[in-house]
């Protein structure tokens, strides 16, 4: 199983990124997807997610309204809309699947994708 995250890089404070997740060994549609993110010196916290039994949407009440995640089962990928972006938005941002972990257990996340990171900075 492979998660390949990409898309991240340098942004001014209220731009935007999309982040991209390509799965391969595995079938999206089967499992919860996740994005999750690790600033230096503090913990990995959980960003959003969907489950996969419902397709419900879970937020970190730091990014609900600015950061939007969505997948697409044809192409097997996951994404992460973020905008208007802060400087506390900076981090390595990592996605991430599981059949019954939830965006609050980040350790129960099974398959983890290598991290691609977003400086959000003037």
């Known amino acids: 199983v492979q998660l390949q995250a990409f898309g991240g890089g340098l942004v001014q404070p209220g731009g935007s990124l999309r982040l991209s997740c390509a799965a391969l060994g595995i079938t999206l549609d089967y499992y919860n997807i996740g994005w999750f993110r690790q600033a230096p010196g503090k913990e990995r916290e959980g960003v959003s997610s969907?489950?996969?039994?419902?397709?419900?949407?879970d937020y970190a009440a730091s990014v609900k309204g600015r950061f939007t995640i969505s997948r697409d089962n044809r192409k097997n990928a996951m994404y992460l809309q973020m905008n208007s972006l802060k400087p506390e938005d900076t981090a390595v941002y990592y996605c991430?699947?599981?059949?019954?972990?939830?965006?609050?257990?980040?350790?129960?996340?099974?398959?983890w994708g290598q991290g691609t990171e977003v400086t959000v900075s003037s």
């Open positions: 969907i489950n996969r039994s419902d397709g419900t949407t």
């Open positions: 991430a699947t599981d059949r019954y972990a939830d965006l609050n257990h980040w350790s129960n996340w099974n398959y």
